[in-house]
């Protein structure tokens, strides 16, 4: 087994879709090891977002990732990682294949609505961000 980690961003919160998103990641067989709800500071949010400074995007990220509540999960499953990006699809959710998650309920680029781990190496510093694991 694996773990990466899943955040539902601020976007989805707020239309009230985190059932909607545990629901589909339990039906593509992933275990939630642990969630919260939190909301993050400006610093907090430039610290998780590090990899991206001196980018175009990132004053807008961070203002985005703090306005409002984000749940932070823990998945489990064989292949974790490659699985879950699969399942919530492109960044972008104009270029998201059809049936995956930002395809069905993103807004735009920046409210995708999900944030997960891009590699094995990230989930593990990740997961340590939120959950001291």
């Known amino acids: 087994?694996?773990?990466?980690?899943?955040?539902?961003?601020?976007?989805?919160?707020?239309?009230k879709l985190i059932e909607y998103i545990i629901n589909r990641l339990q039906a593509a067989?992933?275990?939630?090891?642990?969630?919260?709800?939190?909301?993050?500071?400006?610093?907090?949010?430039?610290q998780f977002y590090a990899v991206h400074e001196g980018k175009h995007f990132l004053d807008s990220l961070v203002?985005?990732?703090?306005?409002?509540?984000?749940?932070?999960?823990?998945?489990?499953?064989n292949n974790a990682v490659n699985d879950l990006r699969a399942?919530?699809?492109?960044t972008d959710p104009a270029k998201a294949e059809r049936g995956t998650i930002r395809f069905d309920i993103a807004e735009d680029i920046e409210k995708n609505s999900v944030h997960a781990s891009d590699s094995n190496a990230n989930a593990k510093k990740e997961i340590s961000f939120f959950f001291n694991k």
């Open 87 to 90: 399942l919530i699809g492109a």
């Open 29 to 46: 067989r992933f275990k939630i090891v642990e969630k919260k709800e939190l909301q993050l500071n400006n610093s907090q949010a430039r």
């Open 63 to 77: 203002k985005f990732m703090c306005s409002g509540t984000i749940v932070p999960m823990i998945l489990e499953k």
């Open 1 to 15: 087994m694996s773990r990466t980690l899943l955040i539902v961003k601020p976007d989805a919160t707020k239309r």
